[in-house]
């Protein structure tokens, strides 16, 4: 638990702009108004872990502000991974392994940036990796089935994973009711949605079109950073051992392969690799006797070495994100203050300056934005189309480059190159995005 906990704190400023997507429609749960992104508009199905905002009402009552819910959100992920991670532990000690395997074990959990930085995200991430970890210790081949099938309910990718660890964690001839339950979960929530929404599929996958050409280079980058794939790259001693560690390792590598067919994700430091990282260490630990030391010390190397990079590169960037969101909530307030609907791309922050409804141009909580052709910074929007819906503000995120203002995301740029928005709306101010340099957001409002 103290080697989980040092890192996590060392990251706790960390934060994703799409976290204070659930706590908005978590919000308005605990207000009675329904499961809704914008108070008064339709329920909609913006939240890809169906049952996290649900969870989150009971801590998101009036008058908590949305930034105080995400703190809430924040301390329940990283609380039930350091419970998780205290159960780790415990089973660490315990395998019958070479003190040196678990030392390796425990000094890259202490040392993964995507472990740390998601259990402190404020994201469902952290509640999903205790219970993949929860599932990988299980003791019970169907215990491990159902805690599997829960951490697939938060994040829908990980049904293959779970239904892979539940085939190979127990006799053959009950591999189908293990799949089964593992997957039941999952089912359950697709049902809900395609009942509640038309659709089983998260609006998210309708949002952001999945391709192997951004999936590959996520996958292995994702596979290299969290660190725990590259000491366990040890085929011959993972198929001699014939256990735990071999039902683990096999559920790794179905889940980066559908990290690969789904895309990717735009999130930083591998979100979607995150949640089995632990579990994979743990295969490491009980496939460690048979592997030859000499063998494994060059991995353990090279995943060292790559832990050291990615802190002392990636990690310092990550830290302030809480800080700077909270400085662009506090300067956008007056802006946005008295506006009925705000359009924006980037739909998080907004909701922490203000009630207003939003105008989702990335389609990610908005059915009609979503079916829309090209990813969620592409979406084709007809000027005419976003002027039918009246909004009262626009952000637009732009960056200087060669000394010129640059909307760079496609979607934006259409919009700031329109004539028909030029004639109805006009740059009154611009938010600096604090922790970039020489970028921003112009608040075009009515003219």
């Given amino acids: 638990m103290a080697a989980a906990l040092g890192l996590a704190l060392w990251m706790r400023g960390f934060e994703i702009d799409d976290a204070l997507i659930p706590v908005r429609y978590a919000r308005h749960l605990a207000d009675g108004e329904g499961y809704r992104f914008n108070p008064g508009g339709p329920s909609t199905d913006g939240v890809t872990p169906l049952p996290w905002s649900f969870l989150l009402a009971a801590f998101a009552h009036a008058p908590a502000p949305a930034l105080v819910v995400l703190a809430r959100a924040k301390a329940i992920g990283l609380g039930a991974w350091l419970a998780a991670a205290g159960g780790w532990g415990i089973a660490v000690g315990r395998a019958p392994a070479r003190a040196a395997a678990k030392v390796v074990a425990t000094v890259l959990l202490a040392a993964c940036l995507p472990v740390a930085a998601h259990a402190i995200s404020g994201m469902e991430t952290g509640v999903a990796m205790a219970l993949a970890t929860a599932a990988a210790l299980a003791s019970s081949p169907w215990t491990c089935c159902v ?6 309910s938060l994040r829908p990718e990980m049904v293959v994973w779970s239904v892979v660890l539940a085939i190979a964690v127990g006799p053959v001839g009950r591999a189908i009711p293990r799949a089964l339950l593992a997957a039941a979960p999952f089912a359950a929530c697709a049902s809900v949605r395609a009942v509640a929404f038309g659709r089983a599929a998260p609006l998210s996958v309708l949002a952001k079109p999945s391709d192997l050409a951004h999936g590959l280079p996520y996958a292995a980058a994702a596979a290299l950073v969290s660190l725990a794939p590259v000491v366990l790259l040890s085929p011959f001693a993972l198929l001699r051992a014939r256990d735990r560690s071999t039902a683990l390792a096999l559920a790794g590598v179905a889940h980066f392969a559908v990290i690969a067919a789904v895309g990717g994700d735009w999130m930083p430091y591998a979100r979607l690799a995150a949640p089995i990282v632990p579990s994979l260490l743990y295969a490491f630990v009980l496939a460690s006797p048979r592997m030859s030391p000499l063998a494994a010390m060059p991995r353990v190397a090279l995943a060292a070495g790559i832990a050291g990079y990615v802190l002392v590169r990636a990690a310092p960037a990550g830290r302030h994100v809480q800080a700077h969101v909270e400085a662009l909530v506090l300067a956008a307030r007056p802006e946005l203050a008295g506006a009925r609907r705000i359009a924006a791309l980037d739909v998080g922050w907004p909701t922490a300056a203000s009630d207003a409804s939003i105008i989702d141009l990335a389609g990610l909580t908005d059915p009609e934005i979503a079916s829309l052709p090209g990813g969620h910074t592409s979406k084709r929007i007809d000027p005419a189309m976003l002027l ?25 740029a259409r919009l700031a190159s329109s004539e028909l928005i030029a004639r109805h709306y006009e740059a009154r101010a611009n938010l600096p995005s604090y922790g970039e340099d020489d970028a921003g957001y112009a608040v075009l409002k009515k003219r």
Wanted: aromatic share 12%; charged share 30%; net charge negative.
């Fill in 147 to 152: 805690v599997a099938g829960l951490a697939a």
């Fill in 388 to 412: 039918a819906r009246d909004p009262d503000v626009i952000l637009l995120y732009w960056r200087m480059e060669g000394g010129e203002r640059v909307y760079w995301r496609q979607v934006e």
